[in-house]
């Protein structure tokens, strides 16, 4: 019996490894692609105001077949002209959400809209949140990229937009599902990563370095890769290609180490382009160097054709 035991427990624990290890391995392309469905309704269309360069702001709420709602924020010229604009997706920290669009100062010719996040959980969760929560944050990872091709379909049918033209440009923690989007929807014309980088198991042990205990922050790093597992970068940004690629990242970046920059890029492929600066993470606070990014980012844009 006491073989039996320990053959049968010899089993389960091969079962358990192998299901660890495909879910960190899998593809999750399709999921996000069947997340996101396909496009059914466009309601609650709201004029907000005006952004700082005097677009018009309108708020929408898209609807799928697959049940996914996502809240969007558009940042348009406004007008029936028969002109059809290039357009971005512009995906920023959690916190930002669909503000993200008011944050430019400029935007040139762009139509500009960012999403909601689709998370329900706590806004800042703790370690035992991440555990407590972990069906639903899950569940929010999964359905990112997925309200991302969403938003992407919208852009697609509007009237003032040129749909060979539409691009993403994630930032910062949008990064990971910016590169998840733009892997899985190959009408998207390119990829702008700002303060991105690949490596998750990496990045939250480099982010969290100095807040706990040096064993506490590596079995949460580790926790973590396992949790985004389905979007890790590095395993989606080689499949961007040949649509090009931009990462715009920091010497000083406190969150993001060079190796996991490196990382990301590497996993990219040509034609991709890479730019340094003397700073450090994007915040906010700092106009200047979100000014600096957007237009690195409308260069580019226009010199690869994508405006």
Known sequence: MKRAGWIFALAAGTVVAAALWEYRARDYRPVFSRGAGELIAVRDSTGIGRARDGKHLTEVTLVSDSGLEVRLRVRAAGGRTGERHP????????????????????????VLAS????????????AWDWVWYFPEMRQAIL???????LAAQYLYTRDDVDPERVSIIGVSLGAPFAVAAAATDRRLAGAAL??????????????YADVSSPWLVELMAIGLAWVLAPLEPAKYAGQIAPRPVLMVNATGDEMIP?????A?????????????FETRHVALSDPDVVENLMQITLEWMEDRGLR
Do not use: C
């Open 87 to 110: 357009a971005a997706i512009l995906l920023g920290g959690f916190n930002t959400g669909r503000k993200a669009v008011d944050v430019p100062e400029r935007t040139e010719n762009l």
């Open 115 to 126: 999403i909601e996040y689709p998370y329900y959980g706590p806004d800042d969760p703790t």
């Open 143 to 149: 359905r990112t990229p997925a309200a991302l091709l």
């Open 194 to 207: 700002l303060h991105g980088g690949a490596d998750i198991q990496l990045m939250t042990r480099y982010a």
């Open 258 to 262: 060079l190796a996991s920059v490196r």
């Open 264 to 276: 990301l890029y590497d996993a990219a492929r040509q034609p991709k382009r890479m730019i340094w």
